[in-house]
C-alpha cells in the first residue's frame, strides 16, 4: 500500500504539475490548453501514431536502460549520445560494407554497435577509474569528438558516398535488416522493439537476482562499504560504464536495421539526452522506465498533432522538460518523508515490545 | 584523521606573479618559435588573437558562472541551458531597446535558471547533475518555445531573433596601431608578440573588459571579503559554517543565482558577438559546459579559469581563422612544450613526469610527421580534445572544494 | 550586563525535546555557576548532544525555558547564543580542511574586526591563551588533532563567548594533550571563563569539575560533588545499574596461528612518510590481540592493509598459513577473515537497503546468500534467513528484516554488523572499535560476543580507543606510534595510564615491553 504510494505518487504529481505549468502557458499564449489536451490524446488513434510511439518509446528505452546502468551505481553517463551515434555511425560503415548471410549479418551489426559503445564508454571508464577524471566532464567532452569523429567518418573519401545532397554509409543490403511486424495502415513496429524488451528483463535479472547487480547497487550506495565488503571499485566503475556504453550503443540500431538503413549527416540525434531524462522519471526501475519512455515519446508525437491545431508544439518541450524538474523533486521529497516514517514506525514497535516485556518481567 | 604531512609551510614559495609571467612568457615564446619554424605565422596574428578573446568570452562568463556556483558547494552542469536563456534573453531584450538592455536581459533569464537549479539543489536536494541536466532540458524547451512565439512574427524564422543591435567595436590607440606595424615588420618575436598584444587591444567591445575584469573581481569578492570567505565556507564545510551562524542556504542561493547570471551574461556575449545577427537556435553549441571544463583545468580558481578559457579560445580561434594546417601547426608547438617539460622536470628529479613528457612529445611529433594537416572535422574538436588530455594528466592534482555536490539540511550537522 | 545577582551563567529549566518516536531531552534542569567548570555526564544516547544544541540554538527545545546570565532568552540560531556569550567546541571538528586557521576563526565574526590586520592580532593574542603555535595562514588541513581543537577554541572565544560547552573534548587526544588541555582551562577558570565539560569519561570528570550533573535517558538524575563522589558511583548513576564489565575470563589460546603479518609497510602517498612500517605480528586461535595507539597512527591503515583495501608496499599477511599478500579483499574475504569497521555507516551498512541485503554484503560470492554458478546467482530467501538467524541470536532489535538499515538504532546496527561477520565461521576476526558510540547493553552484548566466539577458536585482532576495553578483552596488547609497533603490554598487570604513555611514546624507550 505504502509501497504503491511512494512508486505512483510522485510521477502523478509531477505530471498533473507539469501539464498545469503548460496550461498556464498556453492561456497566457491565448491557445486552448482543452484544445490541446484533445488534440493530444485523440492523436494516438490516428494513422501511424500508436506504432510510432511504440517505435520511439523502445529507442528511448533502450537510451534510458543504458543511463540507468550507470545511476545504479551513481555514475552519469551523459555520454549515450555520443556512443550510441558514433556505434550506429560505425555499425552502418561495416553492415554495409559486408555480404553475408542473413541473421548472421544482423547480429554482427548488433555486436559491432554493441562494442563501438563499449570501447566509447570504455575511454570515459578508463579516466574515471585510473586517472579519477569525473565522468560527467569526459562524456561531455567524448560526444562533442564522436561528433567530429563522424563526420570524419563519413566524409566521401573516408567511408560516406554522396546521395543526393546528404552524404550517408554505403546502404546495409536486406540481408542486414533486422524485419518488423507490420500493421498494414498503422504502420511497422520495429523488430528491435522486441530487443528492447529482452533488455528491459535482463536489466531487472541482473540487477536483482545476480551477484553483479548487487555489487553495482552496493557501489551506488555506499563506495566505501562496498569496498569493505570485497566489491572492487575500479572494476565496478569500469564494467559499470562499459556496460552502459554497449547497450547505448543500440540506441541508434531501430532506425538504422528497421528504417533507415544506412547512417547519414541527418541521422537523429539528442536520444542520448531524452534517455538521462526517460531514466530520471522512471526512476531506473525497469517498468518505470518503460512508462516513462512511452509517455516522452506520446509527447514528441502530441507536437505535431498540435502543430496542426496552431498550438506552438514547443509546448512540448516545456511540458517535458518540467515533468523531469518536478519528478526528480517529487521523488526526493517522498523518499524523504518515507525515511522519517520508517524510523518513526521502527522505533514506535519497539517502545512497545520494551513496555511489553516490561510488564511482563 | 591522518595529518598527511605536506610540503614544508616555511619553504619559499615562488611568488604567484612571477609563475603566471613565466607562464605567459614561456607560451609566447613557443608559439613564436612555431610560428616561425612552421610558417604559421596566423598562430601569432593579430586577427587571431582578436577570434579568439572573442571565443573565450563566453566560455569565460560559462567558467566564472561554474566558479561561484561550485565554490558554494553546488555542482552546476546546468550551465549550458543558463547559457542557452541568456541567449535568447539577450536578443529579446536587445533587438528592442539594444545592447546594453542584451546584456540586462541575458543575465535576468540565466539567474532565473539558476535560480531554478537553487530551488531543486539546495531547497529540495535534488541530486545536482540530475538537476543540471533538466535545466538544460527546460531551457531549450523554453526558448524554443518562446522564439516560436515571440520572435518568429518578426524574424519569420522560429530558430532565429531579429537582428540585434551589437556593441561598437574599439581599439586602444595609438598602441594598438604602433603594435600593428611592428607585427607586419615579420621580425622573429617581436612581431609575434605585437600580433598577440595586437589582437587583445584591439577590436574590443564592453564585453570583453567586463569579461576580463570579472576575473580578478571575482577573485577579490570570493578570496579577500566577510561575503566570499562565508561562500566558500558553504563549499568546504557548510555544517562548520552553519555552526558558526552561516546562513548556508542563503549564500548557496547567492552563489547559484549569480551562476547562473553569468552564464546568462555568457549568452549575451554570444548574442552580441560582432558578426552574428542575434539569437540563433544551438547557438551555445555546448560553450557552458567548455566553460565548466574550463574551470576545472584552472582548478577552481579565477587565473586558473582564465587560462582554461583562453587555450579553448585560442585553439578555437586558431582552427576557425586559420583552419586545419595551422592546427597541424600547433601540434609542432605541443611537442616543443613537451620537450620543455621533461627537460624541467629532469632537471628536479621527478623522472616519471619527465619520461611521460619525452613520450608523450614523441607521440605528437609522430602525429605532426605523419599528417599534413589535421581534418576539420576534428580540429573543430581540438578543445574537447585538450580538456580530455588535461584532465586525464593533471585530474589527481586538482583541489575541489570539499563539499561540492553533497546534500546539506539544515540543523542536520553533526 | 546582566546583573551581578545573577548566580547562574547559564540555566536551563524543564528542557523537553522530543523526536520522531523518542523524547531525548525529558525535563531536565542544569544550573551552570559562573566561573566553574561544569561537567554533564551521560552514556552515549543519553541526550547530552541534543541538549547542547539546544543550549547553542542548534535545536528549539518543546518545552522548557533558557536563561543566561538571570535572563530569560530564546536561541532561534547558533548566531543567538554567540550573541549571548554561549560558544561551543564540538565533538567532530567544524573545520574547513581547506581554508585557513585564520578562515576559519574569522567565518561568521568577521563583523567583529573585519579581516585585516586587527584580526590578525587577536587571533595571535588568543592563540596565546589556549597555546596554538602555528601560523595562522597555514591551512587547516595540516594541523594534527590538538591544535585544530585549539583552533576550535580559538574560533568560540574570538566571538566574545565566556561560557564555553566543550562536547567530549578528550575523545581524540592522548592523556597528555588532556593534561595541557585541562592546564589550559583551570587558568582561563581563573579569568573567569565558564565551561560546560561533557564527558562520560568519568576520571576526568572527577580531575576537572567543580559540579557534575548526571543525565540518563533524556532525564536529570541528579548532581554530584566531584571531590566526593567516586567514579563507580557517578558511572552507576549514568547507567541505573551495575556497570557491565569486559573482562575475560580463562585464556583460550592455542598454538594454531591464525594470523602472521611479516614486514609489512604502506607507502604513503605521493613521496610522503610511510604510514606503516616493518609491521610483524601474530594472532593465534583463540586469542585476543589488542591494539593501542592514538588515533591517526596507522591503525586504520593496519586494518584495512590486512583487509586488502589498501595495497601494501611490501610484507606478508597469511590466514592460517595460506598467503593473502596479494589477494583481493573478497579473497581474504572468503578465506575467512570477518570485519566489523570502525565506522559502521561508512563501511559496514547500506544505509537504504533493508536488512537482509545488508546481510549479503561482503557475502555476495558465498552460500547461503549465493547459489553461485556463472552469473553468480543470489539466494535472496537463505539471505533473508540468515538475517532472521543473526536478528534472532544477537539480539537485534528491530520489527522485521525488510526495515532499511537506517532505521536502526546505532548499537543495533552494530549487532547485525558482528553477526553477520561471526557467520559462515570465520577464523579471524578484525573488530574495529567494535562498541563505539553504541549503548551500555549492546555493549556488553558485543563483548559477550566476542568471549564466546574466542572461546570457540576464533583469532581476534582488536583495535580500539576504549583503554578499559582493551585491557579487559584482550589476551596480549600491542602498542602502535607513527606506523609502527613500538611496545608489548600484558592486560594483566598494564594500567590505563602506562598504556597512555607508552601510546605518545612519552614513556621514553619506545622499544620497552610495558
Known amino acids: ?361 | 584523521m591522518s595529518a598527511a604531512p605536506q610540503s614544508d609551510p616555511r619553504r619559499p614559495r615562488i611568488p604567484t606573479w612571477v609563475r603566471v609571467v613565466s607562464v605567459v612568457a614561456a607560451g609566447v615564446v613557443i608559439l613564436s618559435v612555431t610560428a616561425t619554424l612552421t610558417g604559421q605565422y596566423q598562430l601569432t596574428s593579430r586577427g587571431t588573437t582578436q577570434a579568439a578573446v572573442l571565443l573565450l568570452l563566453p566560455i569565460l562568463f560559462a567558467g566564472l558562472g561554474g566558479l561561484w556556483s561550485e565554490r558554494a558547494g553546488v555542482i552546476n552542469i546546468g550551465l549550458e541551458g543558463m547559457m542557452i536563456l541568456g541567449t535568447w534573453g539577450a536578443a529579446w531584450a536587445g533587438y528592442q531597446w539594444g545592447p546594453w538592455a542584451a546584456v540586462l536581459g541575458g543575465i535576468v533569464l540565466g539567474a532565473l535558471g539558476g535560480l531554478l537549479h537553487a530551488v531543486a539543489t539546495v531547497t529540495f536536494n535534488v541530486n545536482h547533475i540530475v538537476s543540471g541536466v533538466a535545466i538544460t532540458l527546460l531551457g531549450m524547451g523554453v526558448t524554443k518555445y518562446l522564439s516560436t512565439l515571440l520572435f518568429e512574427p518578426i524574424s519569420q524564422n522560429p530558430r532565429q531573433s531579429p537582428r540585434v543591435e551589437a556593441f561598437n567595436t574599439f581599439s586602444v590607440q595609438p598602441v594598438a596601431d604602433s603594435l600593428a606595424s611592428v607585427e607586419s615588420q615579420q621580425r622573429v618575436l617581436l612581431s609575434d608578440v605585437a600580433g598577440l598584444l595586437g589582437g587583445l587591444l584591439s577590436g574590443l567591445t564592453p564585453l570583453v573588459i567586463i569579461g576580463f575584469a570579472l576575473v580578478p573581481i571575482s577573485y577579490l569578492v570570493l578570496w579577500r571579503t566577510r561575503f566570499g570567505l562565508r561562500l566558500r565556507s558553504c563549499g568546504e564545510n557548510p555544517v562548520a559554517a552553519e555552526s558558526l551562524g552561516v546562513k548556508v542556504v542563503t549564500y548557496k542561493y547567492v552563489g547559484v543565482v549569480i551562476s547562473g547570471a553569468l552564464a546568462g551574461l555568457g549568452g549575451a556575449a554570444l548574442t552580441l558577438n560582432p558578426g552574428q545577427l542575434g539569437y540563433l537556435e544551438g547557438q551555445t553549441g555546448g560553450r557552458g559546459y567548455i566553460g565548466l571544463a574550463a574551470m576545472i583545468f584552472g582548478n577552481w580558481r579565477p587565473g586558473g579559469l582564465l587560462a582554461g578559457s583562453a587555450l579553448f579560445g585560442y585553439v578555437d580561434g586558431v582552427q576557425l581563422r586559420a583552419g586545419g594546417e595551422a592546427v597541424h601547426g600547433l601540434l609542432y608547438g605541443a611537442t616543443i612544450l613537451a620537450v620543455g617539460l621533461a627537460v624541467v622536470w629532469v632537471a628536479r628529479r621527478r623522472w616519471r613526469a619527465a619520461l611521460i613528457a619525452a613520450v608523450a612529445g614523441a607521440v605528437v611529433y609522430g602525429v605532426y610527421y605523419s599528417i599534413d594537416t589535421v581534418p576539420r572535422e576534428f580540429a573543430a574538436y581540438a578543445p574537447q580534445l585538450v580538456t580530455l588530455l588535461v584532465l586525464a594528466v593533471a585530474s589527481q592534482r586538482l583541489r575541489p572544494p570539499a563539499a561540492i555536490g553533497l546534500e546539506y539540511r539544515r540543523g542536520e550537522g553533526d | 550586563m546582566a546583573t551581578s545577582a545573577a548566580e547562574f551563567a547559564v540555566e536551563l529549566s524543564g528542557i523537553t525535546k522530543r523526536f520522531p518516536g523518542v523524547v531525548a531531552n525529558d525535563d531536565i534542569h542544569l544550573q551552570v555557576r559562573r566561573g566553574e567548570v561544569h561537567a554533564l555526564c551521560g552514556e552515549n544516547g543519553a541526550g547530552k548532544s541534543t541538549l547542547m544544541k539546544i543550549l547553542y540554538g542548534m535545536q528549539q527545545p518543546d518545552e522548557g525555558t533558557i536563561s543566561v546570565n538571570g535572563e530569560h532568552v530564546r536561541f532561534r540560531s547558533p548566531s543567538d547564543a554567540i550573541k549571548a556569550g554561549i560558544g561551543m567546541v564540538h565533538q567532530h571538528f567544524m573545520l574547513a580542511d581547506n581554508l585557513t586557521v585564520a578562515e576559519n576563526i574569522l567565518l561568521g565574526a568577521e563583523g567583529l574586526l573585519g579581516i585585516g590586520g586587527a584580526a590578525r592580532r587577536r587571533i595571535a593574542e588568543l592563540a596565546g591563551t589556549v597555546g596554538l603555535d602555528v601560523d595562522p595562514r597555514v591551512l587547516v588541513e595540516r594541523l594534527g588533532v590538538a591544535d585544530r581543537q585549539r583552533v576550535e577554541i580559538i574560533k568560540v572565544l574570538y566571538r566574545g563567548a565566556r561560557t564555553v560547552i566543550l562536547d567530549e573534548p578528550t575523545a581524540v587526544l592522548v592523556p597528555q594533550e588532556v593534561g595541557e588541555l585541562f592546564d589550559t582551562l583551570r587558568a582561563m577558570r581563573s579569568d573567569g571563563f565558564t565551561f560546560l565539560f561533557i564527558s562520560h569519561k568519568l576520571d576526568e570528570v572527577r580531575a576537572i569539575a567543580d559540579s557534575i550533573t548526571v543525565i540518563r535517558r533524556g532525564m536529570s538524575v541528579g548532581t554530584a560533588d566531584p571531590a566526593s563522589v567516586t567514579s563507580r558511583q557517578l558511572a552507576e548513576m549514568m547507567v541505573g545499574s551495575e556497570l557491565p564489565s569486559p573482562e575475560t575470563r580463562d585464556s583460550t589460546v592455542t598454538h594454531r596461528e591464525a594470523l602472521r603479518v611479516e614486514g609489512l609497510e604502506l607507502a604513503g602517498e605521493s613521496g610522503a612518510r610511510p604510514v606503516l612500517t616493518g609491521i610483524d605480528l601474530v594472532v593465534r586461535a583463540g586469542e585476543v590481540l589488542g591494539i593501542a595507539g592514538v588515533e591517526g597512527n596507522g591503525q586504520t591503515e593496519l586494518v584495512e592493509t590486512i583487509m586488502g583495501m589498501r595495497r601494501a608496499s611490501s610484507g606478508t599477511v597469511a590466514l592460517a598459513g595460506r598467503d593473502l599478500s596479494h589477494a583481493s579483499t573478497l579473497e581474504r574475504r572468503e578465506a575467512g577473515i570477518g570485519y566489523v569497521p570502525e565506522d559502521r555507516t561508512r563501511h559496514g551498512l547500506l544505509a537504504s537497503q533493508p536488512l537482509w541485503a545488508n546481510r549479503m554484503l561482503g557475502y555476495q560470492s558465498r552460500p547461503p546468500v549465493s547459489r553461485g554458478g556463472f552469473l553468480g546467482l543470489l539466494d535472496r530467501g537463505a539471505a533473508r534467513r540468515d538475517t532472521e538467524r543473526i536478528v534472532a541470536e544477537f539480539d537485534v532489535r528491530t520489527p522485521s528484516v525488510d526495515v532499511p538499515a537506517a532505521a536502526l538504532s546505532g548499537g543495533n546496527q552494530q549487532k547485525l554488523v558482528v553477526g553477520r561477520e561471526l557467520s559462515g565461521d570465520p577464523v579471524l576476526l578484525i573488530a574495529s572499535h567494535p562498541t563505539r558510540g553504541v549503548d551500555v547493553g549492546a555493549q556488553a552484548g558485543i563483548w559477550e560476543e566476542l568471549r564466546r566466539a574466542r572461546a570457540r577458536g576464533l583469532a581476534v585482532l582488536l583495535v580500539s580507543a576504549d583503554l578499559d576495553e582493551l585491557i579487559g578483552l584482550s589476551d596480549r596488547i600491542k602498542v602502535m606510534l607513527r606506523g609502527t609497533l613500538v611496545a608489548d603490554a600484558d592486560p594483566a598487570t598494564v594500567t590505563p595510564e602506562e598504556l597512555g604513555a607508552a601510546m605518545t611514546g612519552a614513556d621514553g624507550s619506545a622499544e620497552a615491553v610495558v
Not at chain 1, 517505435?55 to 543511463?67: D, P, R
Not at chain 1, 546502468?69 to 555511425?89: P, S, T
Request: with cysteine; net charge positive; glycine share 10%.
Open chain 1, 1 to 361: 500500500m505504502t509501497r504503491a504510494r511512494t512508486v505512483l505518487l510522485p510521477p502523478a504529481l509531477a505530471i498533473v504539475f507539469a501539464a498545469l505549468l503548460c496550461a498556464v502557458a498556453l492561456l497566457i499564449s491565448g491557445d486552448s490548453p482543452v484544445t490541446a489536451l484533445r488534440v493530444m490524446v485523440t492523436q494516438v488513434g490516428e494513422g501511424t501514431t500508436a506504432v510510432d510511439i511504440v517505435n520511439s518509446g523502445a529507442i528511448y528505452y533502450i537510451a534510458a536502460l543504458a543511463v540507468a546502468i550507470g545511476f545504479q551505481m551513481k555514475l552519469f553517463n551523459i555520454g549515450i549520445e555520443g556512443q550510441y551515434r558514433l556505434a550506429a555511425c560505425v555499425a552502418a560503415i561495416v553492415g554495409g560494407a559486408l555480404v553475408l548471410p542473413p541473421v548472421v549479418h544482423t547480429l554482427v551489426i548488433i555486436v559491432v554497435a554493441a562494442v563501438v559503445g563499449a570501447v566509447w564508454a570504455g575511454i570515459a571508464a578508463l579516466l574515471k577509474a585510473y586517472r579519477g577524471v569525473s565522468e560527467v566532464i569526459s562524456t561531455i567532452m567524448l560526444n562533442f569528438i564522436a561528433t567530429g569523429l563522424i563526420a570524419f567518418l563519413i566524409r566521401p573519401d573516408s567511408f560516406g558516398v554522396l546521395q543526393g545532397n546528404n552524404i550517408s554509409t554505403a546502404p546495409i543490403e536486406p540481408s542486414g535488416h533486422f524485419p518488423g511486424i507490420s500493421f498494414g495502415s498503422s504502420g511497422t513496429l520495429f523488430g528491435m522493439v522486441a530487443v528492447a524488451v529482452l533488455l528491459g528483463l535482463g536489466y531487472w535479472f541482473l540487477l536483482n537476482r545476480t551477484r553483479f547487480g548487487f555489487e553495482l547497487k552496493a557501489s551506488g550506495e555506499s563506495p566505501t562499504a562496498a569496498t569493505a565488503g570485497g566489491v572492487d571499485a575500479r572494476r565496478m566503475v569500469i564494467i559499470a560504464l562499459v556496460l552502459s556504453g554497449a547497450v547505448a550503443g543500440l540506441v541508434g540500431l531501430p532506425e538504422l536495421l528497421g528504417r533507415d538503413l544506412a547512417y547519414t549527416l541527418t541521422s537523429p540525434q539528442g536520444y542520448g539526452f531524452t534517455g538521462i531524462a526517460v531514466a530520471l522519471l522512471g526512476r531506473n526501475h525497469p517498468l518505470g522506465i518503460a512508462l516513462g519512455a512511452l509517455l516522452w515519446a506520446f509527447l514528441d508525437k502530441s507536437a505535431l498533432a498540435l502543430d496542426n491545431v496552431g498550438v506552438p508544439r514547443e509546448i512540448v518541450l516545456i511540458m517535458q522538460g518540467s515533468v523531469v524538474l518536478s519528478v526528480v523533486i517529487a521523488y526526493e521529497i517522498v523518499r524523504r518523508y518515507e525515511l522519517a516514517a520508517e524510523q518513526r514506525r521502527v522505533a514506535a514497535q519497539l517502545r512497545s515490545a520494551a513496555a511489553a516485556e516490561k510488564v511482563a518481567s
